[in-house]
């Protein structure tokens, strides 16, 4: 996977922050000037930062957990939701549920509401209910698949957050601290960098600059995929190897009880001759005294 540059987070605008007078003080370490008013974000801090959450990110999904995407702001939406659905990852794109993570019970619960919907308008007791209860039944449930849909297959808490907008998420990133999920986040230059477990200091308004930081952290988290993949593959395989070696050791020790077990028996075998043809000899002998005995 090709790193990005420079060059290619000026493109995208990563490096504008927002108004001086509207910074936050704790992000003074990742900022490089002030131009015409605005804050300038320092790259070589944003690629930095880059490369830490893309080697924790990756450690993560390798392991075998999902990552949760949060962005809800307008902008980012679409971006977000388009990436987690081709990394088959839960999102939350419209909005942000309190006690998503912490009373995860009872999202679970609506979940559970949610499947028993789709299935019970397949059966015929819904095609027989009144049109006004039909119209009722389809509101709740895209209302439940607008808020819940990115999480319908989420069986578990994720093991790590994806948050555009740090300030606009501060509930999410709240709850995920209180059960220690680890964050990462775009953070721009009015918001709190010491939030989040890993800040990615870049512009979070431009749709240029969250489609390039977003598309960047999903390809490592496709790479991270691919090497699950193929250290099941190879697990598999050393298993197979294993199990196969296992066996031939098996058949080579009932072999060699065969062999050992076949002189014996064929010893046995010539004793019980050797036996059988004493006692006829000694018949024979018995039967030719007793012709001679009668003709004297």
């Known amino acids: 996977m090709g790193k990005l540059t420079h ?10 922050g927002h108004l001086t007078r509207k910074w936050d003080p704790r992000m003074a370490p990742y900022i490089f000037m002030e131009k ?17 959450a893309s080697a924790a990110l990756k450690n993560i999904v390798r392991s075998g957990r999902k990552v949760m ?29 309190g006690g998503m993570l912490t009373n995860f019970a009872t999202i679970r619960k609506s ?27 389809n509101r709740d449930q895209e209302k439940l698949e607008r808020v819940l849909g990115g999480i319908a297959d989420l069986t578990r808490l994720p093991a790590a957050l994806f948050v555009i907008d740090v300030m606009r998420e501060h509930i999410a990133i709240k709850e995920a601290k209180k059960l220690n999920i680890p964050v990462f986040a775009l953070v721009d230059t009015n918001s709190d960098p010491t939030s989040v477990d890993f800040p990615i200091a870049a512009n979070d308004d431009a749709f240029k600059s969250i489609d390039i930081l977003t ?4 390809r490592v988290i496709e790479e991270g995929l691919a090497e699950r993949k193929k250290d099941k593959e190879e697990a598999s395989r050393k298993e197979e190897e294993n199990a ?22 064929s010893s046995k075998a010539t004793s019980d001759t050797q036996k059988v043809d004493k006692n006829s000899d000694d018949k024979k002998s018995d039967d030719k005294k007793e012709v001679a005995e009668k003709a004297k």
Do not use: C
């Open 215 to 218: 598309k960047y952290l999903g």
């Open 244 to 265: 196969k070696r296992e066996l031939d050791k098996k058949e080579a020790k009932a072999a060699e009880i065969s062999e050992k077990a076949l002189p014996s028996a």
């Open 111 to 137: 979940l559970k509401k949610m499947s028993s919907m789709e299935k019970n308008k397949k059966e015929d007791s819904y095609k027989n209910l009144a049109k006004r209860e039909r119209l009722m039944i």
């Open 7 to 16: 060059k290619d987070l000026l493109d995208a605008g990563v490096h504008f």
């Open 69 to 97: 995407f949060v962005a809800t702001k307008k902008q980012a939406k679409e971006i977000v939701a388009d990436e987690a659905k081709r990394l088959n990852m839960p999102y939350v794109t419209e909005r942000w549920l």
């Open 36 to 52: 015409n008013g605005i804050h300038i974000i320092d790259l070589n801090k944003t690629l930095e930062s880059l490369e830490q």
